[in-house]
Each structure stands twice: as structure tokens, then as C-alpha cells.
């Protein structure tokens, strides 16, 4: 990475440094199912849309070595709500902006006085030269590389955004059915009003990716690939440099391509990681299970001890880069904060309505 890009680049790594050095181990909570809502199925049908009918669940885990954002284990509860079957794709996202004339962030120059907001104070400003709009793709290594460092195989590249995926020569061309990347929260923010929906809060994502099951480590059951079948577009071999796609694909895939959870919805775990509605709070589940001080009104809803300065999201599910000697996110209880102003080559979006109230939280 050049140093003229470093400063672009520190913002979305910092945001990276949460949970992807360890590796959690089984589930090791009750199993049984969730506990469903009688809440009826409206009668008036969303077209794209599953009707999850909300309900009691645990979300996150227990595991001793599962990430410590993740922990503890917390019963909660869901108001029903929509949900897109399917992550927001290329032709989705182009029927957009074609109809709005709407520009992602990551296509056009950075802002200094956004950008300054997430480094720390007394950041000299880079020279206009290099606050060049783009965005974050993944560069893999030729060669085995140690997996403490990101920088090694993620770079800012100029002129990738949406609808040029690995930089200005790349095209969406034949990918209209594959989730769309590249996309900031400002950006889904933009599409979900166009849309009349919303992004899910987290505890909605997370149900919702358990389609039923309770205690399970996955979203299918409790081994990645039962019977040697794979259930998602993850990351086979190891990470980051030798992708051996016996999934199927190296990089996106197309929506749909892998078995629906319960719920009938595709692709929560893998293909791409996806944005929620909440700030990311890595003592969220603390906060809830009353093991550490709320949050009072006015304070900084988003907390990430390595990154001080951060102003992120969470976002779930993992992506077709999650491996099993990196990462290990394509959980349903695995969560990441993103930089509010980045996308990356391995981020996207899905959507839900509500019917009346926003998810509440019964615990
Ligand atoms: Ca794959
Ligand atoms: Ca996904």
C-alpha cells in the first residue's frame, strides 16, 4: 500500500482489529428450538420479502474461546418483521441509482473533516493529491503471510467503488445477481428510503439468521459442512493467499446459490458480511446481561477499545473471506464494527419492514 493512500487505508482497518485473531470452538449452549410468536403473517405479501415472525431467542454465546464481543449469551425477544430473501444486488442497487442519480460514497473525494473524525487528534492533513475517491478491495498475497496484519492483503484502491468491484478495470458486467459491495451505511441508508424499508437492527439479523434453531454454532447446525456439503460461500484453504473455492466460488456468488436457512432466506451466513442499523458496541451483550454500565443518554453509542476514535456499525453474517484459519465469523453470534463512511469488497446489505413498531426488546 502507498503511503499516499495509508491515511484512507488506516480508517477501515482500524476497524478490523476486533475479532479476527482467535478461533471459537463448539456451542456449548441449551439446544431445542427458539421460541416462535404467535404473531400472525400479515395477509398483504412483500414482494422479496419472508415474513419472520419474531419471538424469544439467545443471542451470541457462551463458548469459552468465542470472540469476548460476542459474550455473553443473552435472551431477548423480537417483534416480527420482512425480510429481503436475498442480500441487495448489483441490479437491484443499479435500478437505484439509475432512478435517483444517487453517488456512493465511495465514489467520490474524501472530505477531510469527515475523514479527521476517526484518526486521532492531531492527524496532519495528506495532501489533496491523495484524498482520491475509492475504496477498500482484498489483495491477497502470493504467499503465506502471518494473519495479525491486514494491511498485507486489503488495499485502497483508487476507482473502485459499486460498479467497479477490484478498481476502475473491473466491471459488474454478468454479476448483476450478486450482492453489491462497496456500499457505506450513508449508501444503504439511501436505498432503503428509496425502497420504504429499513436496515435490520442487529438483534433482528441475528434472529433471523438462526432460522429456529437454538445453541446451534451454525445457522444450519453444528459442523460447517455436515457430510462434506457446503452450506455457504466461505473461504476454503489457508487464508489469505491460497483460496481454493471447493465451495464453488473464490469470490461473490450469486444470491441464491447456496440452501435457504429455515426461515426461507439465503446467504445470512457468508457470500457477503451485511450492515445493521446499530452502532457497534463491543460490550453490547455485557450491557444487556447487566455485567457492565449502561450506556447513558448522550454518551458515545459506539465503543471499540482498539479503535478509540471510531464511528462504526455492526455488521453480521461473515463473507465469502471468512476461513477457518482466520476469522471463523460465518456464525450467527459473530459481529464486526465498519467504519460508518467505508464499504469493502466483502460488505453488503439486506433490508426488513416493520408492520407497526421496530423490533423491541423484551429481556
Ligand atoms: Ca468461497
Ligand atoms: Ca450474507
Known sequence: MSKANSILALLFLSSLTISCDSKPQSESLDEGKMIISAQEEPSEKEEGMIWIPGGEFVMGTNEMDAYAAEKPAVQLGVQGFWMDIHEVTNAEYAKFAEETGYVTLAEVKPEWDLLKQQLPPGTPKPDESVLVAGSMVFTPPPYEVPTQDI???????????????????????????????????????????????????????????????????????????????????????????????????????????????????????????????????????????????????????????????????VIKGGSYLCADNYCVNYRPSARQGQSFDSGTSNVGFRLVKSTGRKAVIMN
Open 151 to 313: 494491511s498485507l492483503w486489503w488495499s485502497w484502491v483508487a476507482g473502485a467503488n459499486w460498479k467497479h468491484p477490484e478498481g476502475p478495470e473491473s466491471t459488474i458486467e454478468g454479476k448483476e445477481n450478486h450482492p453489491v459491495v462497496h456500499i457505506s451505511y450513508d449508501d444503504a441508508k439511501a436505498y432503503a428510503d428509496w425502497a420504504g424499508k429499513r436496515l435490520p437492527t442487529e438483534i433482528e439479523w441475528e434472529f433471523a439468521a438462526r432460522g429456529g434453531a437454538k445453541g446451534k454454532r451454525f445457522a444450519w447446525g453444528d459442523e460447517l459442512t455436515p457430510n462434506g456439503q457446503y452450506l455457504a460461500n466461505t473461504f476454503q484453504g489457508n487464508f489469505p493467499n491460497e483460496n481454493l473455492g471447493m465451495d464453488g466460488f473464490n469470490g461473490t456468488s450469486p444470491v441464491k446459490s447456496f440452501a435457504p436457512n429455515s426461515f426461507g432466506l439465503y446467504d445470512m451466513i457468508g457470500n457477503v458480511w451485511e450492515l445493521t442499523d446499530d452502532w457497534y458496541d463491543a460490550l453490547k451483550y455485557a450491557r444487556l446481561a447487566g455485567q457492565a454500565p449502561k450506556l447513558d443518554a448522550g454518551m458515545n453509542p459506539c465503543y471499540n477499545p482498539d479503535n478509540p476514535y471510531a464511528k462504526e456499525r
